[in-house]
């Protein structure tokens, strides 16, 4: 039998509809000797049963809740989860045998699993524990991967800074089979490598697939500027879409290397593929002039916790400013922000009063989020966090 908590008289409505955080502040009453990680049954403050979740004795969240009928979490259970993440990315087009390869069979609390992050690419599978409680489940996480499907290398990757918070250590390796190389996958039929060993999160940025469609649409004869390219995922569209020139500006030189592979992996002319190693901030504040027919900026998340909201905002205007002043009259700005933390209309203020400063009307040609395998969840609406948008510069 697992230990109790019970909540504060109305404090279990969140969980009725669906939401799986319970705060600190939600919780009545709690054993003594819980351990960091330990699985739990929630109940309300009449005892009757809300879910089972994890514990954490760390930061505001009490507990994560996995399941909300009461049921045993164990490898049959995470196994039965992730086959029905798995079909629904398969509705969408996405598996082995398609075109599309490389992209996210769990997102975490969207697809029920608090803390996991599961990434295939091809054959090879990428998984993330962030919480204690998934920590305790490895063994058995491991064996549902395996189980449900069926791939030829498992590899580790929980070395995100969330860990940290959890009091937990980095945990990173392959788990199954051998990688002893970048892993090859298609996205929309392009070929990329993903690194899933030593590259950012698990190798590559899977949610941008949609912006990265729009962008291979209108690219046809443009000067193209990438900021914060990584491996250079945009630029290959770019290029595949007619684009005259794609220059890359990146703070990582084995990310602009890989971008580089990425471009011969599609055949693509490398005198036209160009590379520099930069801080972004610091190259824009060397240009001012209009220079290119596009320009993207895709940033890592600059809002980090609540906390940053108000230095982030600074930053965003900054860097979009900045770069609607380097497009051309009637050139395409596409810009994004993967910070949770900043809301699409903070989002939007922002880039209003940016183009207003740099002198520019934009037109909007189309709004995207995250791709279908990063699914929004209307029960956590912390998931809907990637808001990106293009936009014809007209001065």
Known sequence: MLPIIKLKSGRENSAVFGHPWIFSGAVAERPQGLSHGDFITIQDHQGKVVGVGSYSSKGSIMARIFDF????????????????AESLRR???????????????????ADGIPGLIVDRYAE????????????????????????????????????????KDEGLEEAAGVIKGSVDAPVEFVEHGVKFLSDALEGQKTGFFLDQKDLRAAIRRTSSGRRVLNL?????????????????????????????DMALRNARLNGLAEESFTNERSDVFQWLNTRREPEFDMVIVDPPSIIKSAKDTESGKKA?????????????????????????????DDFAFILRRAAAQAGAKLGTIGSFSQSADHPISVHFPES????????????
């Open 91 to 109: 509705l969408m087009g996405y598996g082995p045998g398609t075109n599309v390869t490389g992209y996210r069979v769990v997102f975490g609390e």
């Open 69 to 84: 009928s009461g049921a045993g979490i164990n490898k049959e259970w995470f196994a039965a989860k992730i086959r029905r």
């Open 124 to 163: 090879t599978v990428v998984f993330t524990l962030s919480t204690a409680g998934l920590d305790k489940k490895r063994a058995e996480i491991v064996e549902a991967l395996d189980e449900a499907l069926a791939p030829s290398a498992i590899v580790e990757r929980s070395d995100s800074t969330s860990r």
């Open 316 to 344: 965003y205007h900054f860097l979009n400013r900045a770069a609607i002043r380097l497009v051309k009259d009637d050139g395409i700005l596409a810009t994004s922000s993967c910070s949770q933390h900043l809301s699409g």
């Open 228 to 256: 914060f390219s990584y491996t250079g995922a945009a630029s290959v569209y770019a290029m595949l879409g007619g684009a005259s020139s794609v220059h890359n500006v990146d703070g990582s030189q084995p990310a602009l």
């Open 384 to 395: 809907f966090y990637l808001k990106s948008f293009m936009f014809e510069v007209r001065r």
